[in-house]
């Protein structure tokens, strides 16, 4: 599972960056987004699909996560 870096863009969009992959793409949508829940499957703007671990609550923004390619 790769390494991911997640920031937010002026915008407030979220960011999905993968270092060793050199690829930066928008945050289209996320599973889960509220205040207790946190995670599962992601949209990428270029259509590619990400998975993170459900967290109890949102991750505090720039972090880095583990995801898997779905």
Do not use: C, H, N
């Amino acid at each position: 599972m790769p390494s991911v870096m997640l920031r937010r863009r002026e915008d407030g969009k979220l960011l999905f960056y993968i270092a060793k992959k050199d690829l930066e793409e928008t945050i289209e949508s996320i599973e889960f987004d509220s205040a207790d829940k946190w995670g599962g499957e992601v949209v990428l703007g270029d259509g590619s699909r990400y998975y993170f671990e459900l967290l109890a609550e949102p991750p505090k923004i720039p972090t880095t996560l583990q995801a898997k390619r779905l």
